[in-house]
């Protein structure tokens, strides 16, 4: 086995593991003169001084690239952020400065310097940055309290600070596109667009007139096509793949404009020819929140993972396996499956555990999850058994 161990060596072909990140970063915030930097395994994170480097996306980003290259990427990160400008000291300075953004709901690792967040769609949240020369800063509780302004004050701010730029209108005999694809190149951040209210309905007149579906693969891009079921069908496998391809990712949900012009999820019904796209999409975003979900600390239990299967008919369910944690921290899933001994797990609707006082919300955790303390007892599991579904 030695040779071979040589070989993936010299070709390159070792992966890097997340210490082996942690432990390069460390080293090279320590080449900037920062010695207090220290490394959070649970949150991969890297905290020095008042700041904090999130590793997630660096780690995605480098995981296929080539061994050679890893060096120069890692230190074009590390250098970025340590040479960011200062932030803004004052709300005067802060203002003109700050745009939302859209983020996956799972917390970003740990509570010190978490951004400041609110809900904005399913498995979703708005998150404030400052928008500086070169790159942009996370907005979090402590910039708030030194600028003396409340969290609903930011981001009024900075929503009105959002612009799009209107699309001309067609000109006489111009063929009007079936898909509007807009990129942030940096400044724009047009990604943030849906949260500006009517901003999508507003663009029916460059679909002939059809109501604009908006899909947001990726924290750059935002796609937008007309509410056509063939157009749709086609549209959602290449965004999904693209959601999960990116390091950055976003959502592979459609979304629509509402009767006041807020941006909601696309809905279909049980027999529209969308249905089965649309909750695939809903179940996969639920999947990756979940699963980030996991890197944050502190959760008073046991988080149970929550999983995807697909039926032959294309549709999917969600379900979480519960096997006898104590205390269980429960993801909303379609499906729970209770281990029942050498008889193996059976499948019970959430609704039924819920009606059986089960388990209990919890408050401030996204995205949502309930508390189960004790796990059933003989004469529950014997009770549940009798609501059993085949999935």
């Known amino acids: ?38 490394f959070d395994a649970d949150a991969f994170v890297v905290q020095y001084e008042s700041a904090a480097m999130y590793l997630h996306n660096l780690y995605a980003e480098i995981t296929s690239a080539p061994r050679p290259e890893l060096r120069s990427r890692i230190n ?9 400008p200062q932030t803004p000291a004052d709300w005067s300075g802060a203002r003109p400065r700050l745009r939302p953004v859209l983020r996956g709901a ?3 690792a740990f509570e010190r310097n978490a951004p400041v967040s609110r809900p904005a769609m399913p498995f979703l949240a708005e998150m404030l940055v400052i928008d500086l020369p070169a790159s942009m800063a996370y907005v979090t509780g402590e910039h708030l309290r030194s600028w003396g302004v409340t969290e609903d004050a930011a981001f009024a701010a900075a929503r009105a600070n959002l612009r799009a730029a209107p699309l001309a209108a067609a000109g006489p005999g111009e063929s009007l596109p079936t898909i509007l694809h807009f990129v942030d190149e940096g400044d724009s951040y047009c990604a943030s667009f849906p949260l500006i209210d009517g901003w999508l309905a507003g663009l029916g007149g460059r679909l002939d ?11 750059t891009t935002v796609v937008v096509t007309s509410d056509d079921p063939d157009t749709l069908l086609a549209t959602f496998p290449l965004v999904e793949a693209e959601f999960l391809e990116s390091a950055r990712s976003t959502s592979p949900m459609a979304y629509v404009s509402d009767d006041l012009g807020r941006t909601v999820p696309y809905e279909a019904p049980p027999g529209h020819p969308l249905h089965h796209a649309v909750r695939r999409a809903e179940r996969l975003l639920a999947l990756r929140e979940y699963e980030r979900q ?10 149970l993972p929550l999983r995807m299967a697909q039926r032959p008919d294309g549709s999917t369910f969600t379900y979480a396996l ?70």
């Open 209 to 219: 007139g059809r109501r604009p579906v908006a899909f947001l693969p990726d924290r």
């Open 106 to 108: 799972a917390p970003m």
């Open 1 to 38: 086995m030695t040779p071979v161990f040589f070989w993936r060596r010299a070709t390159g072909s070792t992966p890097l593991t997340r210490e082996d990140l942690a432990k390069r970063v460390v080293k090279r915030l320590r080449r900037h003169g920062i010695r207090d930097a220290r």
């Open 76 to 84: 074009a990160f590390v250098d970025a952020l340590v040479r960011m």
């Open 294 to 303: 996991h890197h944050t600390t502190g959760l008073p239990g046991t988080p």
């Open 322 to 391: 519960w096997s006898g944690e104590e205390p269980a921290l429960m993801p909303v899933a379609d499906l729970i499956a209770i281990s029942d001994g050498e008889a193996g797990p059976f499948f019970v609707p959430w609704a039924e555990l819920a009606l059986r006082d089960l388990f209990t919300p919890l408050d401030g955790i996204a995205p949502p999850r309930h508390l189960a303390p004790d796990f059933p007892d003989e004469a529950t599991r014997a009770a549940l058994k009798t609501c059993e579904i085949q999935p």
